[in-house]
């Protein structure tokens, strides 16, 4: 079964710590992906990459950065946690045709203090 | 600017009754339309989507949308709703940013399902 694993269901940390959310894909997916999600805002992209060592600028951006160094593993990382950055953070994966659906994780449930 | 409008937060429906979802999209060329579904605690599983042909497409769990392009919408439905299909649903619209794909979803949402 294909899967997109996230390293952490639930995760809590401190303002000011560097953060950092894995998620790896097994299935060789081209675009990797990953959403903030908010009660009554929806999901909003991050960041996404559609290729190794290449990374595109989402909704919003601010706050994070990211690192894709092999094809199936895509982190991203909060360089200095603040609380407004507690969230659901979802990760996707998808082939690179627009038509393809996404694959989802679980979810990472951030709480920072 | 491509966008989609969930304009129901919520919805609570009777076991056995009939459902819909409204989504509203925003997309210059032709849209690429999926529905995914959230149950609690986990990530998104896609219900159905859209890309040609015929504009009535069936999904899994029995839902199904309709692709109305002179409205710009693509709303869901299921004639009979089940306890189990309680969650929050979420349509989105695939595009493409210039450098590559990107998905456009709506805010959701959350239907509960009275016995």
């Known amino acids: 079964d294909v899967k997109v694993t996230q390293s952490s269901r639930y995760l809590v940390k401190r303002t000011g710590e560097k953060v950092f959310l894995e998620c790896v894909q097994d299935m060789d997916h081209e675009n990797m992906f990953w959403y903030r999600q908010d009660p009554g805002l929806g999901l909003r992209l991050i960041y996404f990459s559609y290729d190794v060592k290449m990374k595109e600028k989402g909704d919003i951006p601010e706050g994070y950065s990211v690192s894709r160094e092999k094809k199936e593993r895509f982190s991203l990382i909060l360089e200095s946690a603040s609380t407004n950055q507690t969230s659901m953070y979802l990760c996707?994966?998808?082939?690179?045709?627009?038509?393809?659906?996404?694959?989802f994780g679980s979810g990472t449930q951030l709480s920072v203090l | 600017a491509q966008s989609v409008t969930q304009p129901d937060i919520h919805i609570t429906v009777s076991e056995g009754a009939s459902l819909e979802l409204r989504c509203n999209y925003s997309y210059g060329a032709t849209p690429y339309l999926f529905w995914y579904v959230q149950s609690p605690g986990q990530g998104l599983q896609l219900l159905l989507k859209?890309?040609?042909?015929?504009?009535l497409v069936q999904g899994i769990k029995g839902f199904e949308a309709e692709f109305k392009r002179s409205q710009s919408s693509f709303n869901l439905r299921k004639p009979s709703v089940h306890w189990s299909d309680a969650a929050e649903y979420f349509c989105?619209?695939?595009?493409?940013?210039?450098?590559?794909?990107?998905?456009?979803f709506g805010t959701g949402t959350s239907l509960t399902v009275i016995p």
């Open positions: 996707a994966s998808s082939l690179r045709d627009r038509r393809e659906k996404l694959f």
């Open positions: 989105a619209v695939g595009g493409y940013s210039g450098t590559g794909n990107q998905f456009y």
């Open positions: 859209y890309f040609s042909g015929d504009t």
